[in-house]
């Protein structure tokens, strides 16, 4: 029986605190990969120190998982759905569809972006499924960790 390879890719996403509770989320959520790409911070400076800040909100994932820190999020999109992954972006659009109807492969790549600006029109163009997740009040988005959890619980029935 194959099992299911679920990674995820934070596409420029600013706060060292959201990118922390990203890592505790996904390692609870049995997330094998994260992929940083741009400016979103990594659980080590450029010197190889470890950094608190992120440590403070992981509380230890970012050492449970794998990371990898990438300039450019489209080639790496290309290279996981060449390598048979289905990269579906957690993002408001006209083009989204419900999260509670998006049904996971067995290889899912999950895209969140920036918290101010979300994912590109570039990158949205490149992945397979966008889902959205409805928002029944009057604020129109919620925090990107926030999301990543909801996401990643709900799609893979977790």
Do not use: C, H
Not at 2 to 13: A, E, G, T
Not at 147 to 156: D, K, M, P, W
């Amino acid at each position: 029986m194959k099992q299911r390879q679920s990674i995820l890719i934070l596409d420029n996403v600013r706060s060292v605190y959201n990118v922390g509770a990203i890592f505790r989320t996904a390692e609870a959520a049995g997330i094998s990969k994260i992929y940083l790409i741009g400016y979103t911070p990594t659980p080590v400076d450029r010197f190889g120190r470890e950094r608190g800040d992120v440590a403070k909100a992981a509380l230890g994932a970012q050492k449970m998982i794998q990371w990898e820190k990438k300039e450019k999020s489209i080639p790496l999109i290309r290279a996981l759905q060449k390598d048979g992954f289905t990269v579906i972006a957690i993002e408001q659009d006209k083009k989204s569809v419900d999260y509670k109807k998006v049904k996971p492969k067995l290889k899912t790549a999950f895209i969140l972006g920036n918290e101010v600006s979300g994912l590109s029109k570039t990158v949205l163009d490149e992945v397979d499924v966008i889902s959205e997740i409805p928002m029944q009040g009057r604020k129109e988005s919620l925090n990107v960790s926030v999301s990543t959890g909801i996401a990643i619980f709900r799609i893979l029935n977790i």
